[in-house]
């Protein structure tokens, strides 16, 4: 293979450019393929009557006046799609220990949130069928709901799989070192507190949604599918619908965000396609945004009791904390609602040397919606954990809070190293990061103006976070689990007759622009144009197998399989002009479209070699067997996972007579590896700011006692909006991981990750004047003026 350095200084190199979205002017002028747009012969329309109780034994079903009903075309109960659908259960092998009962897509007998569908109704158009719902009557016993995790395990909570005995679904412990003496030694101060994170959800601009097409002729089934795992939702549908894998065709089309909250299995997808198999015709659900709200995965339900035991010279010795998860009724099927626990006992702390730690997760059922990973799986959670810790242990002994991050944090040049849970980690720049973001906000200059400010009674505050991101996992997150989901990735390129790259590739696109960054892999390393290469992602009939875009993995494992098959596919072309122009392959290159010379002479331009092969291959020598196509997969095989790291800075002001938190400024400085495309990279760090700041300040998923979803109205779920943001200043270290050529990481949940716990310590920097402090999100007005009335007291 050509090295890495020809590759990445090639004249016409793509790679590293801010180019612009191919894509941008199509879904900007209306243009986009969505599952909503999709109109079939014979379509017809799903929608769901849904428990409008947490906890209830479901006594009769009644849909003798809906069937009935104008346009109505099927009627189905659990016990309906039952016979024809096997049920599922939401554990991994490699999680011992973990726990969830079988899931119908239709509830069978009870009902265990509200939001759960209990019956299909098949019609017309989606209004007759809603028409329809109304008139199905369902009659319930209303049960006692479990709702708080802090008491899901108490013995006179209602326990809501009877099987279990209890409603633990899962509990691991995670212990290094001795944190009971480190505690105790002579000169440790111990700080100590507990964070409430406030459950909330992705608001994705497309709902989730579903056209399922069965055809009898040939027992094929074709699923339309606004979603992350085409390759995955194949295996389920063909699992559970008893259909052979290559009889089940899914298509992810454009995608209107995902964020995590469509790489699960819903219940009345799975019904939706079981439908369709059942009428024999095209069924389409698509969700409104009532039913996103109390349906779509919630995440972040968390309460931790947390300590971190520091020396008066500013040493971290040790963390130790107990986090509480609340799941709701079932582990989500299939990749399981226990990972966000088990990310945050594997990551709290991990940018931080320490020898001591320990830490226990347990998971609970709760009669809510279903909890699950949602972008930046548990990392808000364990870095404000450990960051928030870090800088409260700063005020207690007297220290500023980067000084004490410079004498603690992992020193650039000591990896590969191991965290003190065991994490591999290696080809981090967490020093780096830290100096490189102090200059580019000005971090004395803010501090200054911050000291004159207070004079006049205007409280702002400066927080910091250094963190890592879990990015391209390898086959041991979840290929030895079980979870129907690859962790390599395929990518194809073929050289067509008029000198255009057709590529295409397992990973999907959802707005991020995995399409923009194949092609400019693909044109970089080939060498041709950017607009003449043409990208098909998002269908398991004609891309390579693989996992789909998740963790971060799509440019670092994507476009490693892209750069492998570009270079693949260049080396059979140089192959070719080789014997056309009678010279060696190592005098020639590709260049702007056309074999050149090592100077960039232009040889033969690539579209004529082309028609050569496919039109007059009698011209060729008969031992030639010229290929212009080449697949390659990829998948991580030296670490686990391969981390990123940042560090973010958040600046407030928090109006001590409102309670109101405006962010003035926030910056970040991520190392993901080589960067593909700045313009793109940039973006989704921002994007995933915005998402950390409404999980900092605005959204939460408010229940009653007896598990009503509150606030399930875009009217009253609040989300960020262009006016609460601020300007968001991004700046990048690049340290290529040496597991792949490319050397890109991932980048997608990095400001997720880290921006709450950046804003929470900016809060509470600007707070410690008044000798408060508050360790729940989100950080509400109302919260915010409770502490600081306690703090008066």
């Not at 024999?280 to 039913?291: G, L």
């Amino acid at each position: 293979m050509t090295g890495p350095a020809h590759i990445f200084d090639k004249p016409n190199r793509y790679i590293g450019k801010p180019e612009p979205r191919a894509d941008a002017a199509r879904l900007l002028q209306g243009r986009g393929r969505f599952v909503d747009d999709e109109k079939l012969p014979r379509m017809v329309h799903a929608a769901f009557v849904r428990s409008p109780h947490a906890h209830a034994k479901i006594l009769s079903i009644d849909t003798e006046d809906a069937r009935t009903s104008t346009g109505v075309i099927a009627i189905y109960t659990g016990a309906d799609l039952a016979e024809h659908v096997t049920p599922y259960v939401g554990t991994l092998t490699h999680m011992a220990g973990l726990r969830s009962a079988p899931q119908h897509p239709l509830a069978m007998d009870v009902a265990r949130w509200q939001g759960e569908p209990i019956v299909m109704v098949v019609a017309t158009s989606r209004a007759l069928a809603e028409d329809a719902c109304e008139l199905v009557d369902v009659d319930y016993d209303e049960l006692p709901a479990a709702v708080d995790s802090e008491t899901a395990l108490d013995a006179d909570t209602p326990v809501i799989h009877p099987e279990f005995g209890s409603n633990l679904a899962w509990e691991r412990d995670v212990i290094a070192g001795d944190i009971d003496a480190a505690f105790a030694a002579p000169g440790v101060h111990v700080v100590e507190r507990e964070f409430r994170f406030g459950r909330h959800t992705g608001v994705t601009l497309e709902s989730r949604g579903t056209l399922c097409d069965y055809d009898p002729s040939e027992d094929q089934l074709t699923v339309y599918y606004s979603g992350q795992a085409p390759h995955m939702m194949q295996v389920i549908f063909s699992k559970h619908l008893g259909l052979p894998e290559e009889n089940v065709r899914v298509i992810s089309n454009d995608v209107g965000g995902s964020f995590g909250i469509k790489i699960h299995t819903y219940g009345d997808e799975i019904a939706t396609a079981a439908a369709a198999k059942l009428l024999r015709r095209p069924v389409k659900f698509i969700a409104d945004r009532f039913e996103s709200f109390v349906t779509d995965i919630h995440a972040r339900d968390h309460i931790v009791k947390a300590k971190m035991g520091i020396t008066g010279a500013g040493t971290i010795v040790g963390i130790d904390f107990d986090d509480l998860t609340g799941i709701g009724p079932f582990s989500m099927y299939p990749r399981t609602s226990a990972i966000e626990c088990n990310q945050v006992l594997n990551l709290t702390g991990a940018p931080y040397v320490m020898e001591n730690y320990r830490a226990k997760g347990r998971v609970v059922f709760q009669n809510k919606t279903l909890m699950c990973q949602y972008r930046a799986v548990g990392h808000p959670i364990a870095m404000a954990i450990a960051d928030g810790l870090l800088e409260d242990a700063a005020r207690k002994i007297g220290m500023d809070p980067v000084a004490l991050r410079e004498l603690n944090l992992m020193a650039d040049d000591s990896y590969p190293r191991t965290s003190a849970t065991g994490m591999k980690l290696d080809d981090l720049s967490h020093k780096r990061a830290l100096r490189k973001l102090t200059e580019i906000m000005d971090y004395q200059g803010l501090r200054a103006d911050q000291t004159e400010a207070r004079k006049d009674g205007i409280y702002r505050g400066i927080g910091f976070v250094s963190m890592v991101e879990v990015t391209n996992p390898s086959p041991m997150f979840y290929g030895i689990g079980g979870a129907p989901i690859a962790s390599q990735d395929g990518a194809t390129l073929r050289l067509d007759a008029g000198g255009a790259l057709h590529v295409s590739s397992s990973i999907t696109e959802q707005g991020q622009g995995t399409n923009a960054i194949l092609a400019q892999v693909a044109a970089g390393v080939f060498g041709v144009d950017l607009n003449r290469v043409k990208v098909t992602t998002g269908d398991t009939a004609t891309t390579p197998y693989g996992g789909g875009t998740w963790a971060s993995r799509g440019a670092g494992i994507g476009g490693e399989a892209m750069l492998l098959a570009a270079q693949a596919l260049k080396d059979q072309v140089l192959e070719v002009a080789g014997v056309m122009l009678q010279t060696g392959v190592e005098k020639l290159d590709i260049r702007d479209g056309a074999v050149t010379d090592l100077e960039g002479n232009e040889r033969l331009p690539l579209a004529d070699l082309a028609r050569t092969v496919y039109y007059r291959g009698n011209e060729l020598p008969n031992d030639l067997n010229p290929e212009l196509i080449a697949t390659r997969h990829y998948r991580v095989t030296d670490f686990p996972f391969v981390f990123t790291n940042g560090a973010m800075a958040a600046h407030v002001e928090v109006d001590t007579a409102t309670g109101f938190v405006k962010v003035l400024h926030f910056w970040a400085v991520e190392d993901c590896g080589r960067v593909i495309n700045p313009l793109l990279v940039d973006e989704q760090i921002r994007g995933g700011v915005v998402q950390g700041i409404g999980g900092a300040l605005y959204e939460e998923c408010h229940y009653s006692p007896d598990g009503q979803f509150m606030n399930a109205t875009m009217a009253d779920y609040m989300v960020p909006m262009a006016s609460e943001m601020p300007d968001i200043t991004i700046a990048h270290i690049e340290t290529p991981t040496k597991t792949s050529v490319l050397g890109a990481k991932g980048a997608g949940e990095a400001g997720t990750g880290g921006a709450p716990a950046a804003i929470l310590n900016a809060v509470n920097d600007a707070l410690s004047p008044m000798g408060a402090s508050i360790w729940q999100m989100p950080m509400t007005p109302e919260r915010i003026l409770t502490v600081l009335d306690k703090a008066a007291e």
